[in-house]
C-alpha cells in the first residue's frame, strides 16, 4: 500500500515535481557558471542565484505541503479515513514520496553539478549525499510535520509566515546575545536537529495514529521554542564532547601556553591607534593590555587555533571578576612567544590598575596536523588536490598578483597557502578555512554542496614560469583545553608604550 499511495501522490503532483527540480537545476547552473575564480562584486548572475536559492526552499517546502495534504490529517471526510487505510501505511507514503521526490532530484542535480565541476566520483557522490540526509532530517521532516497539522495549502501559508515573523522578532531580540557567544560548533547543530526530529516524531505520531491535531499544535509550538533556545547551549559542555571524539586526543599533550614576562611589554607601532572593542556597533570604553604569552609544543607540521577563551581577574580580596570574552585569538601560525591581548572595562581597570591581581584565561583549542603539501603552478595551474578541491590559477588583469579559486565539495578545507619560486616563499603564507567548526559530515541548508574560496597572492618580478602555489591542509587531531593562571600582576605593567 505505501508505494500504490506514493504513485497515487506522484500522479496528481508530477507537473509540481518537475517544476521544483528544474528551479533547483537553474540555482545550481547558475552557481556553477560563476566559474572557479570569484569576487566580491555583485552581479545580475549573483543576486539572480541568491534570489532561486531562496525561492527553490520555499518550492520544496510548498511541494512537501501539497503532498500530505492529498490526504489531510484535520477533518472527517477523508477518502483515506473512509476506505480505510493503514496510517502507519499513508504516513510512510507520504515520508517516502518527500525523500524520493523532494529531495531526491537535488541530490541527482548536485551529483551532477559535482562532477562537472572536475570532482572524482567519490566526492561527487559523498557531499551531496551527506547534504541531502541533512536536509532530509533537518527541513523537509519538520515541514512535513507542520503540514499535517493544517487542512489547506492557504492555512499552511498563513501559519508560515507568522512562524518566520515570530523567529525574526526571536532574532533580532537575541542578536545582541548571540554576537556575544564562542563560534558554533556542530555538536550544537547536532542537538538542534536531534531536538527537532524528537518533535518532529511526537508530532506525527499524535497525527497519524491519535488525529488530535490541537495537541499536536501544542507540542510542535512547544518543540519549535525549545529548539530555538538550542543554540544557546553552554560552550563548555559542547566542546567537551567533541574533546572526547578526538581522533588522536594524546596528541595535544605536549602542548602548553604559559604567561612569560622576559618577553616584555608590547610597544605600539608609531601612528598605530589603540585597538577598540564593538559592542552592539558602539565602541566599548575598554583598556587595552597586551599579556606576554609562549606557547610550546606546537612541532613543524601543525597548526594551533583558538576557538574561544573566557578571561577572568581576582581582585585582591579574592573576588573573581568575569571579563567574558575579551581577549583576542592565538596566532595560527605561531612559533615564538606573542602579546596576547585583552580589554578591560575602564572603571574595573582604574580601580585596579596599580594592585596585585590574579588574571586566569582558560583557552579552548584545536591541534591541527599537516597532510602533504602539494602545488599546482602559479600560472595556468588546474587541477584536483587531495584534501582541498580543484584549484585553479591566474595572473590578474592587472598584473601583480596571483588569483586562486578553489572548489570544494562539502566542507571547506583548513589550508595553508604559499607563493614559492625556486623553493623560497614569496611573500605572506596565508591560512583558509581554519575555523572552530570541523563536524565530521557536511550539512548545509542554504546553498549547494560546493564549498568555494578564493585568493590573491601578490608577487614581485615578472617572471612566473617556474613558481609554483603550495597548499599545505590539515586535518584536526585534538581538541583540549588549557588555562593560563597568572599571579601577581600589576595591569598598568601591561599597558603598551
Given at each position: 500500500m505505501?508505494w500504490?499511495i506514493?504513485?497515487?501522490?506522484l500522479k496528481?503532483?508530477?507537473?509540481?515535481?518537475?517544476g521544483?527540480a528544474?528551479?533547483?537545476?537553474?540555482?545550481?547552473a547558475?552557481?556553477?557558471?560563476a566559474g572557479?575564480f570569484?569576487?566580491?562584486?555583485?552581479?545580475?548572475?549573483v543576486?539572480?542565484?541568491?534570489?532561486l536559492?531562496?525561492?527553490?526552499?520555499l518550492?520544496t517546502?510548498?511541494?512537501?505541503?501539497?503532498?500530505?495534504q492529498?490526504?489531510?490529517?484535520?477533518?472527517?471526510?477523508?477518502?483515506?479515513?473512509?476506505?480505510?487505510?493503514?496510517?502507519r501505511?499513508?504516513?510512510?507514503g507520504k515520508v517516502?514520496?518527500v525523500?524520493?521526490?523532494a529531495?531526491g532530484?537535488?541530490?541527482?542535480?548536485?551529483?551532477g553539478?559535482?562532477?562537472?565541476a572536475?570532482f572524482?566520483?567519490?566526492?561527487?557522490?559523498?557531499?551531496?549525499?551527506?547534504?541531502?540526509?541533512?536536509?532530509?532530517?533537518?527541513?523537509?521532516?519538520?515541514?512535513?510535520?507542520?503540514?499535517?497539522?493544517t487542512?489547506s495549502l492557504?492555512?499552511?501559508v498563513?501559519?508560515?509566515?507568522?512562524i518566520?515573523m515570530?523567529f525574526?522578532i526571536?532574532t533580532?531580540?537575541?542578536?545582541?546575545y548571540t554576537n556575544?557567544?564562542?563560534?558554533r560548533?556542530w555538536?550544537?547543530?547536532?542537538?538542534?536537529?536531534?531536538?527537532?526530529l524528537?518533535?518532529?516524531a511526537t508530532?506525527?505520531?499524535i497525527?497519524?495514529?491519535?488525529?488530535?491535531?490541537?495537541?499536536?499544535r501544542?507540542?510542535y509550538?512547544?518543540?519549535a521554542l525549545?529548539w530555538?533556545f538550542?543554540?544557546?547551549?553552554p560552550w563548555?559542555?559542547?566542546?567537551?564532547i567533541?574533546k572526547?571524539?578526538?581522533?588522536?586526543?594524546?596528541?595535544?599533550d605536549?602542548?602548553q601556553?604559559?604567561?612569560?614576562?622576559?618577553?616584555?611589554?608590547?610597544h605600539?607601532?608609531a601612528g598605530?591607534?589603540?585597538?577598540?572593542?564593538?559592542?552592539a556597533?558602539?565602541?566599548e570604553?575598554?583598556?587595552?593590555?597586551?599579556?606576554?604569552v609562549?606557547?610550546?609544543?606546537?612541532s613543524?607540521g601543525?597548526?594551533?587555533t583558538?576557538?574561544?577563551?573566557?578571561?577572568?581577574?581576582?581582585d585582591?580580596?579574592?573576588?573573581?571578576?568575569?571579563?567574558?570574552?575579551?581577549g583576542?585569538?592565538i596566532?595560527?601560525?605561531?612559533?615564538?612567544?606573542f602579546?596576547?591581548l585583552i580589554?578591560?572595562?575602564?572603571d574595573i581597570?582604574?580601580r585596579?590598575?596599580?594592585?596585585?591581581?590574579g588574571l586566569?584565561?582558560?583557552?579552548?583549542l584545536?591541534?591541527?596536523?599537516a597532510?602533504?603539501a602539494?602545488a599546482?603552478?602559479?600560472?595556468?595551474g588546474d587541477r584536483?588536490?587531495e584534501?582541498v578541491?580543484?584549484?585553479?590559477t591566474?595572473?590578474?588583469?592587472g598584473g601583480?598578483?596571483?588569483e586562486?579559486?578553489c572548489l570544494t565539495?562539502?566542507n571547506?578545507?583548513?589550508?595553508t597557502?604559499?607563493?614559492?619560486y625556486n623553493?623560497t616563499?614569496?611573500g605572506?603564507?596565508?591560512?583558509?578555512?581554519c575555523?572552530?567548526d570541523y563536524?565530521?559530515?557536511?550539512g548545509?541548508v542554504?546553498g549547494d554542496?560546493?564549498?568555494?574560496?578564493?585568493?590573491?597572492?601578490?608577487?614581485?618580478?615578472?617572471e612566473?614560469?617556474?613558481?609554483?602555489?603550495?597548499f599545505?591542509?590539515?586535518h584536526?587531531?585534538?581538541?583540549?583545553?588549557?588555562?593560563?593562571v597568572?599571579s601577581?600582576?600589576r595591569l598598568?605593567d601591561?599597558?603598551p608604550?
Amino acid at each position: 500500500m505505501i508505494w500504490h499511495i506514493f504513485r497515487k501522490d506522484l500522479k496528481l503532483l508530477w507537473r509540481m515535481v518537475i517544476g521544483v527540480a528544474l528551479i533547483n537545476l537553474m540555482h545550481r547552473a547558475i552557481q556553477s557558471g560563476a566559474g572557479i575564480f570569484r569576487n566580491a562584486s555583485v552581479t545580475p548572475a549573483v543576486l539572480l542565484s541568491g534570489m532561486l536559492g531562496t525561492i527553490s526552499l520555499l518550492v520544496t517546502g510548498v511541494l512537501i505541503v501539497m503532498v500530505v495534504q492529498q490526504d489531510p490529517i484535520p477533518g472527517f471526510t477523508q477518502d483515506w479515513l473512509v476506505r480505510p487505510i493503514s496510517r502507519r501505511d499513508l504516513l510512510l507514503g507520504k515520508v517516502l514520496f518527500v525523500a524520493l521526490m523532494a529531495q531526491g532530484p537535488i541530490f541527482l542535480i548536485e551529483v551532477g553539478q559535482c562532477l562537472a565541476a572536475g570532482f572524482p566520483l567519490g566526492p561527487s557522490l559523498a557531499a551531496p549525499l551527506s547534504r541531502s540526509v541533512w536536509m532530509f532530517l533537518a527541513m523537509d521532516l519538520p515541514v512535513l510535520a507542520f503540514a499535517t497539522l493544517t487542512r489547506s495549502l492557504a492555512q499552511a501559508v498563513g501559519a508560515a509566515i507568522a512562524i518566520v515573523m515570530g523567529f525574526a522578532i526571536f532574532t533580532q531580540a537575541t542578536i545582541l546575545y548571540t554576537n556575544s557567544l564562542f563560534n558554533r560548533l556542530w555538536v550544537t547543530d547536532a542537538a538542534q536537529v536531534a531536538w527537532g526530529l524528537a518533535g518532529v516524531a511526537t508530532v506525527l505520531a499524535i497525527q497519524y495514529y491519535r488525529r488530535k491535531t490541537t495537541g499536536a499544535r501544542w507540542v510542535y509550538g512547544a518543540a519549535a521554542l525549545v529548539w530555538l533556545f538550542v543554540q544557546f547551549l553552554p560552550w563548555q559542555p559542547a566542546f567537551a564532547i567533541e574533546k572526547r571524539l578526538s581522533p588522536q586526543p594524546l596528541a595535544a599533550d605536549a602542548v602548553q601556553i604559559a604567561f612569560d614576562p622576559a618577553f616584555g611589554r608590547f610597544h605600539r607601532p608609531a601612528g598605530q591607534p589603540a585597538p577598540v572593542r564593538f559592542r552592539a556597533s558602539r565602541v566599548e570604553d575598554d583598556v587595552d593590555l597586551w599579556a606576554p604569552v609562549r606557547v610550546n609544543g606546537v612541532s613543524e607540521g601543525q597548526l594551533l587555533t583558538n576557538d574561544g577563551a573566557l578571561e577572568r581577574l581576582i581582585d585582591p580580596s579574592g573576588t573573581m571578576i568575569d571579563l567574558g570574552r575579551s581577549g583576542t585569538p592565538i596566532p595560527w601560525h605561531v612559533r615564538s612567544p606573542f602579546h596576547y591581548l585583552i580589554f578591560i572595562p575602564k572603571d574595573i581597570y582604574n580601580r585596579l590598575e596599580d594592585r596585585p591581581v590574579g588574571l586566569e584565561i582558560d583557552h579552548s583549542l584545536t591541534l591541527l596536523q599537516a597532510n602533504p603539501a602539494q602545488a599546482i603552478p602559479a600560472a595556468g595551474g588546474d587541477r584536483w588536490i587531495e584534501d582541498v578541491g580543484r584549484c585553479a590559477t591566474r595572473i590578474s588583469a592587472g598584473g601583480g598578483q596571483v588569483e586562486l579559486g578553489c572548489l570544494t565539495p562539502g566542507n571547506p578545507p583548513c589550508v595553508t597557502l604559499s607563493l614559492e619560486y625556486n623553493g623560497t616563499v614569496q611573500g605572506a603564507v596565508q591560512e583558509s578555512g581554519c575555523g572552530s567548526d570541523y563536524a565530521p559530515y557536511f550539512g548545509r541548508v542554504i546553498g549547494d554542496s560546493i564549498s568555494r574560496f578564493a585568493r590573491e597572492l601578490p608577487f614581485a618580478g615578472s617572471e612566473l614560469k617556474d613558481a609554483q602555489v603550495v597548499f599545505t591542509p590539515y586535518h584536526p587531531e585534538a581538541r583540549f583545553t588549557r588555562q593560563v593562571v597568572i599571579s601577581n600582576i600589576r595591569l598598568s605593567d601591561w599597558r603598551p608604550e
